[in-house]
């Protein structure tokens, strides 16, 4: 049996110890904003936080999770507000066919938390995010009007 909070809610489940954290929050918990995109927690589709920082969680078993607090794609937002990177999303029209976005937006609220005032040097190093749409100049201007909010 495997405890951990997600979204600031308990949860126990029970899956095998090396099921990766992806396939725990989508199948067993049932938040499918999360996404399955490489499997090799190379493109960041399924990036999610884990006691605060930004995890593939393809490649993050759920044994690792035990006892952490989850964060995913639709616990981002507070008390029914947007988060600060999910309304510079909207406003700056960032997602195509947004598949790679949740995974985004999770990578670029944890770079605000830790360096609020990001140069572009410091997100060309940090958000290693792969977008197929190619949005990555919306991305950057939403990044800073997140950082400007």
């Given at each position: 049996m495997a405890r951990f909070t997600i979204n600031g809610k308990a949860i126990n489940i029970d899956v095998d110890p090396s099921t990766p954290l992806l396939w725990a929050i989508r199948?067993?918990?049932?938040?499918?904003?999360?996404?399955?995109?490489?499997?090799?927690?190379?493109?960041?589709?399924?990036?999610?936080?884990?006691?605060?920082?930004?995890?593939?969680?393809c490649a993050f078993p759920v044994s690792a999770a035990v006892g952490k607090k989850i964060t995913t794609i639709e616990g981002l937002a507070e008390n029914g507000a947007l988060h600060k990177v999910q309304?510079?999303?909207?406003?700056?029209?960032?997602?195509?066919?947004g598949y790679c976005q949740s995974g985004m937006i999770m990578a670029v609220a944890e770079l605000l938390k830790n360096k609020p005032?990001?140069?572009d040097a410091d997100i060309n190093r940090e958000i290693t995010n792969i977008c197929r749409c190619g949005t990555f100049q919306q991305v950057r201007?939403?990044?800073?009007?997140?950082?400007?909010?």
């Open positions: 199948e067993n918990v049932g938040l499918t904003g999360t996404k399955y995109g490489c499997g090799i927690a190379q493109c960041g589709a399924c990036t999610v936080h884990v006691d605060g920082v930004a995890t593939r969680s309304k510079a999303w909207i406003e700056h029209d960032v997602p195509q066919y005032k990001p140069t201007a939403a990044i800073h009007a997140a950082a400007n909010a």
